[in-house]
């Protein structure tokens, strides 16, 4: 892993953001670099012109607050790890935002450098592996779906209740039904009719 992280910090309050940079900089394994910044409007211009091994993002800034913070940095940023570092200490908040896309959620009471820097490490890592795992999945699904669609055999994915969930062309001109006719159909009752 390269030793370089390159860090946004989405902190409007000056004394947690001061507090946070001086704990990353207690780390001497790694070369930071943190961009701070006090809005998301500025997190947003930051993401689109640089790019971000992590962002650290509080959940109550000057134009946005809550949830929907990581939402929308999440759509701003989508290839860059978010970890949500906030004063709010509430599990089910934290447990929504890493359900919707964050990677780790720090009450700021309980953070320590050690813990800090782990978390970035960790969060950069998962989602090198999440973004891997997807593109792999895309690349196998267009292949798939390739070699499927273009073959002259009909061709069938059913779930476990044999309910139609995929079919090509070919089953198409086979049944004589449209594919979003087919869809959802149980597989037994094509063969029957």
């Not at 273009?150 to 086979?174: G, K, P, Q």
Request: net charge negative; charged share 30%; aromatic share 6%.
């Amino acid at each position: 892993m390269n030793n370089d992280i390159h860090i946004l910090l989405v902190e409007d309050n000056p004394g947690d953001a001061r507090f946070i940079r001086e704990m990353l900089l207690m780390d001497t394994k790694q070369q930071l670099t943190i961009d701070p910044v006090t809005t998301l409007k500025d997190a947003s211009d930051y993401v689109h012109a640089s790019d971000y091994d992590c962002i650290l993002l509080d959940l109550s800034l000057p134009d946005s607050h809550g949830i929907d913070t990581v939402l929308k940095m999440e759509t701003e940023a989508p290839e860059t790890p978010i970890v949500v570092l906030t004063g709010n200490d509430d599990e089910q908040l934290g447990i929504e935002a890493v359900q919707i896309g964050a990677q780790d959620y720090l009450p700021k009471s309980d953070v320590n450098s050690t813990l800090l820097i782990r978390a970035i490490r960790y969060a950069i890592e998962r989602h090198r592996s999440e973004m891997a795992l997807r593109r792999s999945e895309a690349e196998y699904r267009s292949l798939i779906d390739d070699v499927f669609d273009t073959s002259m055999v009909a061709v069938l994915i059913l779930d476990r209740d044999f309910h139609v969930v995929w079919c090509n062309e070919a089953t198409e001109v086979y049944f004589g039904i449209a594919r979003d006719l087919l869809l959802g159909r149980d597989k037994r009752q094509l063969i029957d009719d």
